[in-house]
């Protein structure tokens, strides 16, 4: 079933091949697009003297390295092959590695960073939470992994994300408020923002 889902996205590539600079760059290089919503975040946060946000966005972050962590020790255990390695005719638009195809890294984070924005600010969560479904295909149709691979990824990153908002975000909250009454108090909140906590 994995490897048929596969061949069907993998295949788009035949009919779209206008298509495959913009695929292929979002594959490679649209990670960074989840740094700058989380720095968005932050930010958006601070201007608001949203300490939760803050907290919560720095969580998301910080979920997204625990994730992949996981990741590391879940894809050594298993040591799923890359389609373009087990399968042949494989459309593969990207230079890959010789590492596990199973969590893919790059849903991982994508994953970790749209639900722990999600749950920290709706506005930038939704738009990491499109931008992770895009990139969870654009993975498969660029041929690094399996829709097994991204699915799992974007699961495991959730999950983490999900269990630090129980664990971290409060404490990571604390210390914030903490800092807001002391000479730290710019790191979490703007100069213009009143000092209350939203």
């Not at 997204?64 to 005719?89: C, E, K």
């Not at 790059?106 to 931008?131: D, E, S």
């Not at 999950?159 to 914030?176: C, D, E, K, N, S």
Request: aromatic share 10%; hydrophobic share 55%; with cysteine.
């Amino acid at each position: 079933m994995d490897s048929s889902i596969f061949r069907w996205i993998n295949r788009l590539a035949d009919r779209t091949g206008w298509a495959h600079w913009f695929f292929t760059s979002y594959a490679d290089y649209g990670i960074a697009l989840f740094a700058v919503l989380l720095a968005v975040a932050y930010l958006d946060g601070r201007w608001h003297a949203d300490l939760r946000c803050v907290a919560g966005s720095v969580w998301a972050g910080a979920a997204a390295l625990v994730a992949l962590g996981l990741g590391q020790l879940i894809g050594g255990v298993i040591d799923r092959a890359r389609p373009s390695t087990a399968m042949t005719g494989v459309h593969l638009l990207v230079d890959t590695t010789t590492d596990f195809s199973f969590p893919s890294d790059h849903a991982t984070a994508a994953g970790a960073v749209a639900v722990g924005l999600l749950l920290t600010n709706r506005r930038w969560g939704t738009v990491a939470a499109v931008l992770a479904v895009a990139m969870a295909f654009t993975r498969v149709y660029v041929g690094a992994h399996y829709p097994g691979d991204v699915v799992a990824g974007l699961a495991l990153g959730g999950a983490v994300a999900v269990a630090g908002r129980f664990i971290v975000v409060a404490p990571l909250t604390r210390l914030a408020e903490w800092m807001s009454r002391s000479r730290l108090r710019v790191l979490v909140i703007s100069a213009a923002a009143p000092a209350t906590v939203i």
